[in-house]
């Protein structure tokens, strides 16, 4: 790998916790956006969410998350700053490394631990080299540099920064990186006035579809409702932790997040917080859909349910992301991973990338050689699908695709 920093007075200083950085220093490198007292693009690299996730204990040690989050120093000026965990296991990527480190270890190696640039449990794409303006090229080269000297220097398998942006990946890809493609399903606001004018844009037969959904989700025999900020309380969290419970010990066999992250985000993240709850005839919430809001984009992260009903999954997931967006004037929203059943409610495939360095000269060039056929069949998969969607010819949306 060539060297990629080309300003050696950098200093790479590693962090055990968040709290050893004050959270204006972080956050003046990962969300310089929200100077102006907007919102992050997104909330996941900012200090108030990784924090929480070290205060509940959802990370950190005997979890197989153990932070050593990165700092680049010029001087005394932080510059650049990147969320970083050795991992023992492969497990709330969401980016599957699975058969590497089988293979690796059938060949006698140690995969684990490794190195991983990334927000936990989190499959949202966003900013993972976290650069002040007026540093970039030379913050993440830094960061880079770092991350691997510290992977080297501790005889690790390699490093891997998952769900980076297409423009880190190729920036990363030139620094000696293998750039690896996946994909989500994401649904895309073209300035819709309202969820009618979004269904205008659908074919006949999938615009009779999702009415028909929505009119059975709406009948469930009690009331919807979308809460964030102030509008949310305790109890709503006592709720969604059943229903958090539920679906992670079903997908997971475990849940990743500890309940009192969900005292956390009451406590300093509710405004970031969209939370579409489904409320039975006395009020009980029966089930939810919990997302995070961007800048121009909301994140669907989790449902669940104690009571089953027809298409509430997929108005409290979907449809009811669409209709905040659309208030909201998001660009988009991103409907976390897998599912191919999302294709048919207007949530199109999209492109998400990671980065890696694997330490072992020859188990590198053969995750090379996996990761061009796996892009070419990503390219091909994309491709199908979008063909697939449930636009109408010739409107701006599948013109677009």
């Known amino acids: 790998m060539t060297n990629p920093s080309s300003a050696p007075e950098i200093e790479i200083r590693t962090l055990s916790s968040l709290h050893d950085l004050p959270a204006a220093d972080w956050d003046a490198c990962a969300c310089p956006e929200a100077a102006d007292g907007g919102p992050p693009l997104d909330p996941f690299t900012t200090w108030r969410f990784l924090a929480a996730l070290e205060d509940s204990g959802s990370v950190g040690p005997r979890t197989g998350w153990e932070p050593h989050h990165l700092a680049a120093y010029r001087g005394e000026e932080l510059i650049a700053v990147a969320p970083l965990y050795a991992k023992s296991h492969s497990q709330g990527e969401y980016i599957f490394d699975f058969n590497w480190a089988h293979a690796y270890e059938n060949a006698g190696g140690d995969y684990y631990p490794k190195l991983q640039i990334a927000v936990p449990f989190t499959p949202a794409t966003g900013r993972r080299f976290l650069v002040k303006p007026g540093h970039e090229a ?24 998952t769900f980076c942006t297409e423009a880190e990946a190729l920036a990363g890809e030139r620094m000696g990186l293998m750039r690896r493609s996946s994909s989500q399903f994401h649904w895309l606001n073209e300035g819709y006035a309202d969820f009618d004018a979004f269904l205008a844009t659908l074919s006949s037969r999938k615009r009779k579809n999702i009415r028909k959904e929505r009119a059975q989700a709406q009948a469930f025999g009690g009331t919807i409702v979308a809460l964030t900020g102030d509008d949310l309380r305790p109890e709503h ?16 066999g475990s849940p990743y997040l500890t309940r009192a992250f969900f005292d956390q985000l009451q406590e300093s993240l509710r405004d970031d917080v969209l939370l579409a709850l489904a409320l039975n005839g006395d009020g009980t919430p029966i089930a939810g859909a919990l997302n ?22 997929f108005e409290l997931c979907y449809y009811q992301a669409i209709d905040f967006a659309i208030a909201r004037r998001l660009a988009r929203v991103e409907a976390g991973a897998q599912g191919e059943h999302k294709l048919a409610r207007g949530y199109l495939p999209s492109y998400t990338h990671s980065l890696h360095w694997v330490a072992d000269p020859g188990f590198r060039k053969a995750i090379q050689s996996f990761l061009d056929a796996e892009a070419r069949a990503v390219d091909e998969d994309i491709e199908v699908l979008t063909a697939y969607g449930p636009f109408r010819r010739g409107t701006h949306q599948e013109e677009q695709e």
């Open 292 to 313: 995070f809001i961007g800048r121009e984009t909301l994140f669907g992260r989790y449902w669940g349910c104690t009571e089953h009903h027809p298409c509430l999954h």
């Open 138 to 161: 030379e913050g993440m080269a830094a960061l880079v540099q770092g991350a691997v000297q510290l992977a080297a220097n501790n005889g690790l398998s390699g490093v891997h920064a």
């Open 237 to 252: 969290w006592d709720a969604f932790w059943r229903f958090y419970q539920d679906t992670g010990s079903r997908k997971w």
